[in-house]
C-alpha cells in the first residue's frame, strides 16, 4: 500500500475559501494540486500562469463558464515543490463577498477543482514531507493561539523544535538498537559489544529525556487550553464580584442575596501572556435547597479539577476561616491555595482576621502567618507562602467591590501558575495524543531499564526499545494509521 492509500488522498486538485466564513473585505480561496495552474488557467483574464514565476502576484479576472468576469482578483502562485503542500498552489484573493465567495468556489470546482475536506491542505503537506506530523498539528495550535505563550510554544513546534527533541531521542534509541543487535549477531562466538554499564546509562538517559517533555504537559495543557482557576467560598464572599473585577466586564450576576450563583460560570482572560479559564462557583454552606445543593456540588468538582483555587473570604465575617478550612485545605492537596480576603474596605480591625488564621494554622499544621498588617498597608504586598503537606498556600486581601489590590491579586495569579518561560529554548509538549505516546515510551524504556539491571537477554531488551521507538514514531508520523491521520485532520478548519 503506498502512502496516497494510506492517508485516503487522491491526486485531485482541491479548493476552499482559507479565510474565515462570513463577509469581509477580502477572502482568500486556496487551489492545491497537480491541476491547480491548468484549472485556474481556464477561469483566469491576466497573464498566463504557465508565464509566471514562482511566489509572484498578479492582478486580474476571474470568470464562469460562461466568460462573465466573477470578480477582480489577486492571484499569487506557489510553483512545486517550493509550496506548503509542496503541490502547486494558487491562492486568490477576491473580495469578500459571501456570494461572490461562493461564485469562485462554483467556477473553480466546474472547471476541474474538488471541495477540499478539513485539514486536507495540511494532510496533504505532511504526506508530501513538508512537514512532520506533530508540526502539521502545530498548525492548527497556532490558528487556535488565545494567548501569547499558546501562539508561542505553536510557532515553535511548527518550526521543528519538538521534532528536533524527538529525532535526538530517535538517534539515541537507534545507536541503543545498533549495540544489542550486534551483539545478538555475534552471539554465538560470546562477544560483548555493548557494554552493560555504558547501555545502561545511555538508558537512563533516554528516559530522562522522556520523562521531561511527559511531564512538561501538565503545564503545556495549560498555556494551551487555559489555567484553570477555580474561585471558591461561602455565600456572598463576593465570589462574583471578584470574578467581574479579574474580567473587567460584568459577566457573573451580583446581588446581596444568599445563594444567588446556582451554577458555574466559566470564562477566559489574558494575563501576562497567558490564558486563564476562571470559574465562579456556588458558595458553600448548609441548604436544603435541591437546586442549591447541585450547584454546590459542582462547586468541589471545580475545584478539584482546578489548578489554582482562590479562596474568598469575606473579611467582615471572620468565624468563615474555621467554618470552611478543614475542607478547603483538604480538598486543594497538590494545589496552589490562594485565599482572598475580600471586603477590607469594610474592616477596621484586622485583629479578629488574624487570630481566626492562626488559630486553623496549628490545627492544620499550616505555618500561618497573616498577610494583613493594617488598613493603610496593602495587604496584597506581603502576600506569604504558607504550607501544608503538598498545598502551597499564600493569604492576601482585596476590596472586589472597589477593585482595590486587583491588579496585586492578577500579578500573584501570574506568579502562582508558575508556568515555564515560553520564550526559552525548553521544548513543552501540548498535545494529549503526544503525552500519552511519551508516557508508553517511558514505560517501554523503563522495562528495558529494569531488563538491563536484572541481566535480561539482547532480543528481549531489543523488543522493549523498539516499542519505544514506536510510540515516538507516532508522534511524528513516521509510524501511523489512516484512523490516526483521520481524527487528526478532522479537527481541522477548511481550508487549512
Not at 498552489?89 to 467556477?107: D, F, N, P, R
Not at 450576576?253 to 489574558?270: A, K, P, Y
Not at 435541591?290 to 489554582?308: H, N, P, Y
Not at 473579611?315 to 480576603?341: F, N, Q, W, Y
Amino acid at each position: 500500500m503506498n502512502i496516497t492509500e494510506l492517508t485516503g488522498l487522491t491526486g485531485d486538485t482541491i479548493c476552499a475559501v482559507s479565510t474565515p466564513p462570513g463577509r469581509g473585505g477580502i477572502a482568500v480561496v486556496r487551489v492545491s494540486g497537480p491541476q491547480a495552474l491548468d484549472i485556474v488557467q481556464r477561469r483566469w483574464q491576466g497573464k498566463p500562469l504557465a508565464d509566471m514565476a514562482t511566489h509572484t502576484v498578479h492582478l486580474g479576472h476571474l470568470t464562469d463558464a460562461t466568460g462573465d468576469v466573477v470578480d477582480q482578483a489577486v492571484l499569487t502562485v506557489f510553483k512545486a515543490p517550493n509550496s506548503f503542500t509542496g503541490e502547486d498552489v494558487v491562492e486568490l484573493a477576491c473580495h469578500g463577498s459571501t456570494w461572490i465567495q461562493q461564485q469562485v468556489i462554483q467556477t473553480l470546482i466546474d472547471a476541474g477543482c474538488r471541495l477540499a475536506t478539513a485539514g486536507e491542505f495540511t494532510r496533504r503537506a505532511f504526506v508530501g514531507g513538508r512537514m512532520d506530523l506533530s508540526q502539521a498539528e502545530a498548525v492548527a495550535d497556532v490558528i487556535e493561539a488565545q494567548s501569547r505563550a499558546a501562539h508561542r510554544v505553536a510557532m515553535s513546534q511548527m518550526r521543528g523544535r519538538y521534532s528536533d527533541e524527538l529525532k535526538g531521542l530517535r538517534d539515541k534509541l537507534l545507536h541503543f538498537v545498533a549495540l544489542i543487535e550486534l551483539e545478538l549477531d555475534f552471539s554465538e562466538e560470546d562477544v560483548t559489544f555493548a557494554d552493560r554499564s555504558e547501555v545502561t546509562a545511555l538508558a537512563n538517559d533516554i528516559h530522562a529525556l522522556i520523562s521531561r517533555l511527559a511531564d512538561s504537559y501538565s503545564d503545556g495543557n495549560a498555556i494551551r487550553n487555559g489555567m484553570p482557576v477555580a474561585i471558591v467560598g461561602q455565600t456572598n464572599a463576593g465570589k462574583s464580584t471578584l470574578l467581574n473585577a479579574l474580567l473587567r466586564d460584568d459577566r457573573a450576576l451580583v446581588s446581596d442575596i444568599h445563594g444567588t450563583t446556582r451554577d458555574t460560570i466559566e470564562d477566559t482572560v489574558v494575563m501576562g501572556g497567558t490564558l486563564f479559564r476562571f470559574i465562579d462557583t456556588a458558595g458553600i454552606r448548609q441548604s436544603s435547597d435541591t437546586v442549591e445543593q447541585m450547584g454546590i456540588e459542582r462547586s468541589w468538582q471545580a475545584l478539584d479539577k482546578a489548578t489554582i483555587v482562590l479562596w474568598v473570604i469575606d473579611s467582615t465575617r471572620p468565624d468563615d476561616i474555621a467554618t470552611m478550612a478543614h475542607d478547603i485545605l483538604a480538598r486543594c492537596e497538590g494545589k496552589r491555595l490562594i485565599a482572598v480576603l475580600n471586603k477590607t474596605d469594610k474592616v477596621d480591625d484586622y485583629s479578629e482576621l488574624e487570630n481566626q488564621l492562626h488559630k486553623v494554622g496549628p490545627r492544620l499544621g499550616v505555618a500561618t502567618q497573616t498577610a494583613i498588617s493594617n488598613k493603610q498597608e496593602s495587604a496584597a504586598q506581603t502576600a506569604i507562602n504558607t504550607k501544608r503537606e503538598n498545598t502551597a498556600i499564600q493569604v492576601t486581601a482585596i476590596s472586589a467591590k472597589r477593585e482595590s489590590d486587583i491588579e496585586a491579586l492578577r500579578d500573584l495569579i501570574v506568579q502562582t501558575a508558575a508556568l515555564p518561560d515560553v520564550d526559552s529554548d525548553a521544548v513543552i509538549v501540548t498535545n494529549a495524543r503526544h503525552y500519552q505516546a511519551l508516557t508508553r515510551a517511558r514505560d517501554a524504556i523503563a522495562r528495558a531499564i529494569d531488563g538491563l539491571n536484572s541481566g535480561l537477554s539482547g532480543d528481549l531488551l531489543d523488543q522493549d526499545i523498539r516499542e519505544c521507538l514506536h510510540w515516538l514514531g507516532e508522534i511524528t508520523g513516521e509510524i501511523t494509521t489512516d484512523n490516526i491521520l483521520g481524527e487528526i485532520f478532522a479537527h481541522f478548519c477548511v481550508g487549512k
